[in-house]
């Protein structure tokens, strides 16, 4: 069964601080993953996305991770701004199959406080 | 359109009633998907058109809910005799085809039931 867990579900850290979310999953076959961030009241927008070849992929101060053999990922956000404030999504994607092939984890919660 | 827009981005109504719910897609995008995410849960699977095939309705929760798609464009999920468990987000989504790197949500359209 394609599922998605991720840690912690929520995380509280002061301003310019780092923080790492993880991600695990259990999706076959698998295309790639994406990582998404949902503001609270607004849609996910996509932060990046990586294929089984991909070990790392940076955006800006977002900074992806993919070990595809153990099936993890992380996101490591650098120096934390006010901003980040949201939730983290992490979303493998599969193909083939139905459900149009992305698979969503709950998300982490992140509070960036000042 | 330059994004996915739904409408309306709020909705108030009495339980037993029904309502539709609209989802304009990026032009030329063949695929759409409708999401629920509920309070601190994450993206549940409604349903996904990809262009003129035959929908996938595996994440439709009952024959309450209903979805279609004119001329490859507009989507209109409708829920029948609303009860108080289909409040959540409705979320839209679209993408250039199966499997595209131009996935793009919409803002979603918070259902509150009374």
Redesign the interface.
């Known amino acids: 069964k394609n599922q998605?867990e991720q840690s912690p579900q929520s995380l509280i850290i002061l301003e310019g601080k780092n923080c790492t979310l993880q991600c695990n999953y259990t999706v076959s076959p698998f295309?790639n993953l994406?990582w998404y961030k949902q503001d609270t009241?607004?849609?996910?927008?996509?932060l990046t996305?990586m294929t089984f070849s991909e070990n790392t992929k940076s955006n800006g101060r977002y900074t992806a991770t993919l070990d595809a053999d153990t099936k993890q990922s992380s996101l490591h956000i650098t120096a934390s701004q006010l901003s980040d404030s949201a939730s983290y999504?992490c979303v493998p994607?599969t193909?083939g199959g139905?459900?149009?092939?992305?698979i969503?984890?709950?998300?982490t919660k992140l509070s960036v406080k000042p | 359109g330059a994004g996915v827009s739904q409408s309306p981005s709020n909705k108030v109504t009495e339980k037993g009633k029904d309502v539709e719910l609209r989802c304009d897609p990026i032009s030329g995008h063949t695929a759409l998907y409708w999401y629920r995410q509920s309070l601190g849960q994450g993206l549940e699977f409604l349903i996904y058109f990809q262009g003129n095939s035959a929908p996938d309705k595996s994440g439709l929760p009952s024959d309450r809910f209903s979805a279609e798609r004119t001329g490859g464009s507009v989507s209109t999920l409708t829920i029948q005799r609303t009860q108080q468990e289909d409040s959540a987000v409705y979320l839209c989504a679209s993408s250039p085809g199966q499997e595209s790197y131009g996935y793009t949500f919409g803002s979603g359209t918070r259902l509150t039931v009374v």
Do not use: A, T
């Open positions: 998605v295309s994406r009241g607004r849609g996910p927008v996509s996305i999504i994607l193909y139905s459900q149009g092939n992305l969503f984890g709950k998300g």
